[in-house]
């Protein structure tokens, strides 16, 4: 599985449950101002 990610240029990364709600917490402030910016709305 590792092979087939890295052919499309993705990188597997094993996190605890944990490790991967802070990712996502942090992550969604970031990209909702890039959304909002770019005036991306929902169809």
Not at 4 to 31: M, N, R, Y
């Amino acid at each position: 599985m590792r092979e087939k990610l890295s052919v499309q240029g993705l990188e597997a990364i094993t996190d605890t449950p944990a490790e991967f709600t802070a990712h996502i917490a942090a992550e969604v402030p970031k990209w909702a101002k890039v959304i909002r910016q770019a005036g991306i709305v929902a169809d």
